[in-house]
């Protein structure tokens, strides 16, 4: 058999529930994750109490991190590769 046919076999309604949950978590979470790296990176621009408290260059870096893992996570939402290797 090659590996087309295993692709192209009927997805259950519970592995459809579970891609469907895994893929809205996946968003949800990038979203968050991105938008807190977005307050790091600006964070004068929302509140300068904080920023003289974290105006560090680490804490840029940071963001920039959170920046770059929530957009994986809503790339890893949209492809719903989550049963393949089963």
């Known amino acids: 058999m090659a590996l087309e046919e295993f692709e192209k076999d009927e997805i259950s309604e519970r592995d459809k529930g579970y891609i469907r949950m895994r893929s809205m978590m996946d968003f949800g979470m990038g979203v968050l994750w991105a938008s807190m790296g977005v307050f790091l990176i ?45």
Do not use: E, H, Q, T
């Open 42 to 86: 600006f964070i004068k621009k929302f509140s300068a109490d904080l920023a003289s408290r974290f105006d560090d260059p680490m804490i840029k870096v940071f963001g920039g991190v959170c920046v770059v893992y929530g957009l994986f996570r809503m790339y890893r939402g949209y492809k719903k590769n989550y049963l393949r290797d089963r």
